[in-house]
């Protein structure tokens, strides 16, 4: 059974501090994956996507890579309180996206 | 651009009903996928629609079906409503395999 595993969480961290957020995969097949954030109540909202080894950088987001060790991690430079949320990491292997359970992020004024 | 859309916001039912779900994808987008997400959990997958046709089914029990129509928009049906179907049901489009955006959501009481 294909797994994606996040930590539940919640991560707290103050503001304008990093936020490291993880992800490790099982299916050694995924070629795709996305990082999702969810406000409680609401639905899940495309931050970033990254298919390559390395990292990518999208404003104060940074999607970093690593397929031989099936990991996945979201860095949040400068973080405010709005960016607390649930991230959810989503692994695509073929057709198929599978979810992590998602990990709760908290930043404290 | 308009987003994923999904009706109702919220539905009420009680055990025993049946409940049915609308979701128009964005335009050009041809895949629509429907997720349930009880409260507290994590997205759990249900069913994938491409071009009209069921491509996935999740681990979900047969009274949950629905279908795509012609302009790409999809109904999710849930028979025999139970009291653990009370969840956010998400539906999700992309072009053909690609990126999923999500709609808003419908939130499913069942009492």
């Known amino acids: 059974q294909k797994e994606v595993e996040q930590n539940s969480g919640p991560l707290s961290v103050p503001e304008g501090a990093i936020a490291s957020l993880n992800c490790t995969y099982s299916?050694?097949?995924?070629?795709?994956f996305f990082w999702y954030r969810q406000y409680s109540g609401k639905s899940p909202e495309l931050i970033m996507s990254?298919?390559?080894?390395g990292d990518k950088e999208d404003g104060r987001f940074t999607a970093q890579l690593n397929k031989a060790s099936q990991y996945v991690s979201l860095l949040i430079r400068d973080s405010q309180p709005s960016d607390s949320a649930t991230y959810l990491c989503?692994?695509?292997?073929?057709?198929?996206?599978?979810f992590g359970g998602g990990t709760r992020l908290m930043v404290k004024p | 651009e308009a987003g994923v859309t999904q009706s109702p916001t919220h539905l009420i039912k009680t055990r025993g009903q049946q409940a049915t779900l609308r979701c128009s994808p964005i335009?050009?987008?041809?895949?629509v996928y429907w997720y349930q997400q009880a409260l507290g959990l994590g997205l759990q997958f249900l069913l994938w629609?491409?071009?009209?046709?069921?491509?996935n089914r999740g681990n979900f029990p047969p009274r949950f079906s629905g279908r795509q129509f012609p302009n790409y928009s999809s109904e999710l049906n849930v028979n025999a409503l139970e009291l653990e179907d009370s969840a956010l049901y998400l539906c999700?489009?992309?072009?053909?395999?690609?990126?999923?955006?999500f709609g808003p959501g419908t939130r499913l009481l069942v009492l």
């Open positions: 989503a692994v695509k292997a073929g057709n198929m996206l599978t």
């Open positions: 629609y491409d071009e009209g046709e069921e491509r």
């Open positions: 999700a489009s992309s072009f053909r395999f690609g990126t999923q955006y």
């Open positions: 990254i298919y390559s080894n």
């Open positions: 335009s050009g987008h041809t895949s």
């Open positions: 299916d050694r097949g995924s070629q795709s």
